[in-house]
């Protein structure tokens, strides 16, 4: 399962935690493009801070595959 889902089963099975409205904050700012504190995730415990970073991981390699077919789409045409 990928880090991203994972971090969405997370906050949905603990929504009064303040990991999971932390990790929310971090899915919300890098669907929107917004700026996020990083500081804030030495905050986390160590198994969602690992998650976190798993999410950031995954969210650059999708940019960069997204990246990657956009352009080799504008060359095809």
Do not use: K
């Amino acid at each position: 399962m990928d880090a991203i889902t994972l971090a969405e089963e997370f906050i949905a099975s603990h929504p009064t935690s303040g990991d999971a409205e932390l990790l929310s904050q971090l899915l919300r700012s890098l669907q929107r493009g917004c700026d996020f504190d990083v500081n804030a995730l030495y905050t986390l415990n160590l198994d969602t801070f690992e998650l976190a970073i798993e999410v950031l991981n995954e969210w650059r390699l999708q940019r960069y595959y997204r990246g990657s077919a956009v352009a080799a789409a504008a060359t095809l045409q």
